[in-house]
């Protein structure tokens, strides 16, 4: 067992462990009380004689010691009780146990998951937002800083950007809003110029339209580089029309051929990423209309798609159909099949482990597909695929359909294009059919 890092002596003692027992637990003056849980061995609980009780876990990585034997024993911190329950330490316990069985050591996974959770607070995203885009695009780059520093980062610092939800943005335009209105009372006190009230409250909403601006410009560049999947300030209305954001065009399309590679190593990893890679590969759509699938847009009579406004780029409704190849992915799915044949709630196609809400954590699962692809090519001897990004896949399916002598109308509508001018005004056909036809002349290249 891994040395004890005090100099303190300490008692140990085996029990089942429990709240009512852990109340009488005192460790005598100058010594450290250790307890050994029996529901899960290796779980351990020490008592200060000051009284603290802190969980760890004691556990050998398979594989790694001389031989292939398990490696020495190792111990890791759970965290402090009672802000850790019996229960969650257990449950910790079993995961980190279950870890070293697989020869992984669960402390290292922590300090990494840590490590790439660190990378994804808001405070992260901001500054590469403004180094990677904002500097580069905005000539008003100092000002988007400037609104991101005094009125958003001293609320969501340490927030991770996809735990980020409508809700919080809403909040936090509330208290934008109200900041903007005591900061325009400041400076008319100290100006000693007072306004009528009016003034005030406008300003306080030129504050809030401003912050939601630049939110937004953030969100959507964060799904252009797979952080997450779904802008959560899109559905914000403010009473002044927002500019979209402008994207940075991009040229790589993927050759039919070069898709197949990146089908067959999503096949490979399966269920659940692999298979959304798959499925935007057979549709064409943005992945974060893949990712979020679930039963409330999908209409399993017709096998039709329908976004709503709340979850479009464009905020309007978009609509599609899946084809025969689609279809199937889709009841192969392990969340397709459990689905109960009444449904009570919305259930996702794509869930979390937890199963309470869409899948996320795009750019780890994107890294694992380009690791897969190249392990791939190298068994077949093939030259490495040139650079892509998953977003490039939507432009590569619009190019191989306009090579198979799909009308570009047709395919503009099965990707949701806005079609411009009047022609947006006067045709109100729904192109089903034609979308139909699109995708089950694409889809046949997949079967």
Same mark, same amino acid.
């Given at each position: 067992?891994?040395?004890?890092?005090?100099?303190?002596?300490?008692?140990?003692?085996?029990?089942?462990?429990?709240?009512?027992?852990?109340?009488?637990?005192?460790?005598?003056?100058?010594?450290?009380?250790?307890?050994?849980?029996?529901?899960?061995?290796?779980?351990?609980?020490?008592?200060?004689?000051?009284?603290?009780?802190?969980?760890?876990?004691?556990?050998?990585?398979?594989?790694?010691?001389?031989?292939?034997?398990?490696?020495?024993?190792?111990?890791? !911190?759970?965290?402090?009780?009672?802000?850790?329950?019996?229960?969650?330490?257990?449950?910790?316990?079993?995961?980190?146990?279950?870890?070293?069985?697989?020869?992984?050591?669960?402390?290292?996974?922590?300090?990494?998951?840590?490590?790439?959770?660190?990378?994804?607070?808001?405070?992260?995203?901001?500054?590469?937002?403004?180094?990677? *885009?904002?500097?580069?695009?905005?000539?008003?780059?100092?000002?988007?800083?400037?609104?991101?520093?005094?009125?958003?980062?001293?609320?969501?610092?340490?927030?991770?950007?996809?735990?980020?939800?409508?809700?919080?943005?809403?909040?936090?335009?509330?208290?934008?809003?109200?900041?903007?209105?005591?900061?325009?009372?400041?400076?008319?006190?100290?100006?000693?110029?007072?306004?009528?009230?009016?003034?005030?409250?406008? !300003?306080?909403?030129?504050?809030?339209?401003?912050?939601?601006?630049?939110?937004?410009?953030?969100?959507?560049?964060?799904?252009?580089?797979?952080?997450?999947?779904?802008?959560?300030?899109? !559905?914000?209305?403010?009473?002044?029309?927002?500019?979209?954001?402008?994207?940075?065009?991009?040229?790589?399309?993927?050759?039919?051929?070069?898709?197949?590679?990146?089908?067959?190593?999503?096949?490979?990893?399966? *269920?659940? *990423?692999?298979?959304?890679?798959?499925?935007?590969? $057979?549709?064409?759509?943005?992945? !974060?209309?893949?990712?979020?699938?679930?039963?409330?847009?999908?209409?399993?009579?017709?096998?039709?798609?329908?976004?709503?406004?709340?979850?479009?780029?464009?905020?309007?409704?978009?609509?599609?159909?899946?084809?025969?190849?689609?279809?199937?992915?889709?009841?192969?799915?392990?969340?397709?099949?459990?689905?109960?044949?009444?449904?009570?709630?919305?259930?996702?196609?794509?869930?979390?482990?937890?199963?309470?809400?869409?899948?996320?954590?795009?750019?780890?699962?994107?890294?694992?597909?380009?690791?897969?692809?190249?392990?791939?090519?190298?068994?077949?001897? $093939?030259?490495?695929?040139?650079?892509?990004?998953?977003?490039?896949?939507?432009?590569?399916?619009?190019?191989?359909?306009?090579?198979?002598?799909?009308?570009?109308?047709?395919?503009?509508?099965?990707?949701?294009?806005?079609?411009?001018?009047?022609?947006?005004?006067?045709?109100?056909?729904?192109?089903?059919?034609?979308?139909?036809?699109?995708?089950?002349?694409?889809?046949?290249?997949?079967?």
């Amino acid at each position: 067992m891994e040395a004890t890092t005090t100099a303190v002596a300490h008692d140990a003692k085996r029990d089942t462990i429990t709240d009512k027992a852990i109340a009488k637990l005192k460790a005598e003056p100058g010594k450290r009380l250790e307890w050994a849980d029996t529901v899960v061995p290796q779980l351990r609980l020490r008592v200060s004689d000051k009284g603290a009780k802190h969980w760890s876990v004691i556990y050998r990585v398979s594989g790694a010691g001389d031989g292939g034997k398990k490696g020495p024993m190792r111990r890791m !911190s759970l965290g402090d009780y009672p802000r850790v329950t019996i229960s969650k330490a257990r449950d910790a316990a079993r995961g980190a146990l279950d870890l070293a069985e697989r020869g992984a050591n669960p402390a290292q996974q922590r300090k990494t998951e840590a490590i790439e959770r660190n990378a994804r607070t808001f405070e992260a995203i901001v500054e590469r937002f403004i180094d990677e *885009y904002a500097k580069l695009e905005q000539k008003e780059w100092k000002s988007t800083k400037a609104y991101f520093d005094n009125y958003v980062l001293p609320r969501w610092t340490g927030k991770v950007i996809n735990e980020i939800g409508r809700s919080d943005v809403s909040a936090l335009l509330t208290k934008v809003r109200a900041q903007g209105i005591e900061r325009a009372r400041d400076r008319a006190r100290k100006a000693k110029k007072p306004r009528p009230e009016e003034k005030y409250e406008l !300003s306080g909403l030129s504050a809030a339209r401003e912050v939601r601006k630049r939110l937004r410009t953030l969100f959507f560049w964060a799904i252009e580089e797979e952080l997450i999947a779904v802008n959560p300030v899109v !559905s914000i209305k403010t009473k002044k029309k927002q500019k979209a954001f402008a994207y940075t065009a991009r040229k790589r399309t993927l050759s039919v051929e070069e898709l197949r590679r990146v089908w067959r190593a999503a096949d490979e990893i399966g *269920y659940r *990423y692999g298979r959304v890679i798959q499925l935007l590969i $057979l549709t064409g759509q943005r992945l !974060s209309e893949i990712a979020n699938l679930n039963t409330d847009w999908l209409d399993r009579e017709k096998w039709i798609v329908t976004v709503p406004p709340l979850h479009y780029k464009t905020d309007i409704q978009h609509t599609f159909p899946l084809s025969p190849p689609a279809r199937k992915i889709i009841e192969a799915l392990p969340s397709y099949q459990a689905l109960p044949e009444k449904l009570d709630k919305t259930y996702f196609l794509f869930p979390t482990d937890k199963g309470d809400g869409a899948i996320s954590g795009f750019s780890k699962c994107r890294d694992q597909l380009h690791a897969k692809i190249a392990e791939l090519d190298e068994k077949e001897g $093939l030259a490495p695929l040139e650079e892509w990004q998953v977003r490039d896949i939507r432009r590569s399916v619009k190019t191989g359909m306009s090579e198979l002598g799909v009308p570009f109308l047709h395919s503009e509508q099965v990707l949701g294009h806005v079609i411009p001018g009047v022609g947006a005004v006067y045709d109100t056909h729904d192109y089903m059919a034609e979308k139909s036809a699109a995708l089950e002349k694409w889809g046949e290249l997949w079967t």
